[in-house]
Structures are given as structure tokens and as C-alpha cells.
């Protein structure tokens, strides 16, 4: 699949113009991970800073691909996202943050294993779309943007978005046989 990309193309997470804080991972079950967040004003202050703060974060989490604001105590629909260098990545856009995002398109479905820095002990086989389009905001432009990816982003973009609508991958997993104890920890 060729990646697309409609607006993302030039931003990075500098072009907040803040430096982000790293903040604290709440753990299941912390009531935050199972409500929907609020849609944000994607140009205002107080959102600008909370994308920067999920980038520091994120990048001082070994392992970690993707964090989403719930996961930090803010009931927010605000994610950032980077695969660079997982050795499951095919298409990469590199570390970006997107608000009130949703997917607009979802096509070959695989189960495949995930993990959560927010349920640190387990991992589960959940059914994801490999090939998947979703539209959202860039924080601080207010840019829309669209993006289309496959494998293994596509799979970290539904993991965020699922937390952005209070959901973790354990309520996305077959049953009990598809959880397992995690046997490395990043």
C-alpha cells in the first residue's frame, strides 16, 4: 500500500513551539482509560501542551509506539504515535499527534499481539484492521489532515483511538484465551 498523506507533511512535534513535560502512565483500572475523552479545541493552549507532554512521554518510554491522553490522567481525545524503528514497521509517517481523530476506512482484518503501558502485565491477540484511513486534527495548526497506513501503524493508530474512546485492547481481545502475561518488559 502506498502511504497518503493529507497535511501532515512538514509537521513535526517542535512546531508546537513547547517543550512537553513527562507525565505519569495511569494503570487499569483508573476510571479515566474507560470513558470516552472529550473532543478539544485542537488550537488552543492548554490541548498544544498536553500533545507535547504525550511526546515527551512517549519518547522516555522504552518500547512505547503510541500514548494517548486518557493514559496520562486527561480525558482528552488527543494521541501521538511514532513506529520509527519497531521491527514490525512497513509504513511509517514518523512521530506525529492527532486530536479527535476517527477512522474513516478499515480493511483486512488480523489478529495480531498487543501490549499497554497502562495494563503493564498482560498482552492479547485483538483483530485489527491492517490496512486503515483516519482523519483528525494537528494540534496547534488546526490543520485536518487524512492518513492512510497498513500493518503495524495502522494497528497503533486503532490501539490510541481505542483509548480516546475509552477503550483498552483487553475489551478488543476473543476472551480470556487470548490474554497472556507479558514475558519481557521495554
Same mark, same amino acid.
Given at each position: 500500500?502506498? &502511504?497518503? =498523506?493529507?497535511?501532515?507533511?512538514?509537521?513535526?512535534?517542535?512546531?508546537?513551539?513547547?517543550?512537553?513535560?513527562?507525565?505519569?502512565? =495511569? %494503570?487499569?483500572?483508573?476510571?479515566?482509560?474507560? @470513558?470516552?475523552?472529550?473532543? =478539544?479545541?485542537?488550537?488552543?493552549?492548554?490541548?498544544?501542551?498536553? +500533545?507535547?507532554?504525550?511526546? +515527551?512521554?512517549? *519518547?522516555?518510554?522504552?518500547?512505547?509506539?503510541?500514548?494517548?491522553?486518557?493514559? !496520562?490522567?486527561?480525558?482528552?481525545?488527543?494521541?501521538?504515535?511514532?513506529? #520509527?524503528?519497531?521491527?514490525?514497521?512497513?509504513?511509517?509517517?514518523? #512521530?506525529?499527534? /492527532?486530536?479527535?481523530? *476517527?477512522?474513516?476506512?478499515?480493511?483486512?482484518?488480523?489478529?495480531? @499481539?498487543?501490549?499497554?503501558?497502562?495494563?503493564?502485565? /498482560? #498482552?492479547?491477540?485483538?483483530? @485489527? %484492521?491492517?490496512? /486503515?484511513?483516519?482523519?483528525?486534527?494537528?494540534?496547534?495548526?488546526?490543520?485536518?489532515?487524512? !492518513? &492512510?497506513?497498513?500493518?503495524?501503524? %495502522? *494497528?497503533?493508530?486503532?490501539?490510541? !483511538?481505542?483509548?480516546?474512546?475509552?477503550? /483498552?485492547?483487553?475489551?478488543?481481545? %476473543?476472551?480470556?484465551?487470548?490474554?497472556?502475561?507479558?514475558?519481557?518488559?521495554?
Amino acid at each position: 500500500m502506498t &502511504a497518503q =498523506v493529507t497535511g501532515l507533511d512538514g509537521w513535526t512535534p517542535e512546531a508546537l513551539g513547547v517543550p512537553g513535560e513527562v507525565r505519569p502512565v =495511569v %494503570a487499569a483500572p483508573h476510571t479515566v482509560l474507560s @470513558r470516552t475523552g472529550a473532543e =478539544v479545541d485542537a488550537t488552543s493552549d492548554e490541548v498544544v501542551r498536553l +500533545a507535547a507532554d504525550l511526546v +515527551a512521554t512517549m *519518547r522516555v518510554s522504552p518500547g512505547c509506539v503510541g500514548l494517548a491522553a486518557p493514559q !496520562i490522567g486527561v480525558g482528552a481525545q488527543v494521541f501521538a504515535v511514532d513506529v #520509527t524503528g519497531h521491527p514490525k514497521s512497513v509504513t511509517v509517517h514518523g #512521530t506525529f499527534v /492527532l486530536c479527535n481523530a *476517527r477512522v474513516v476506512e478499515a480493511s483486512r482484518w488480523k489478529a495480531g @499481539r498487543e501490549g499497554c503501558m497502562s495494563v503493564p502485565d /498482560l #498482552t492479547g491477540d485483538v483483530k @485489527r %484492521a491492517s490496512r /486503515l484511513v483516519v482523519e483528525g486534527t494537528l494540534p496547534g495548526t488546526g490543520r485536518q489532515v487524512r !492518513i &492512510a497506513t497498513d500493518g503495524f501503524e %495502522a *494497528r497503533a493508530l486503532q490501539h490510541e !483511538i481505542d483509548h480516546c474512546a475509552g477503550l /483498552l485492547f483487553l475489551d478488543r481481545v %476473543a476472551g480470556a484465551h487470548a490474554v497472556y502475561q507479558r514475558k519481557v518488559y521495554l
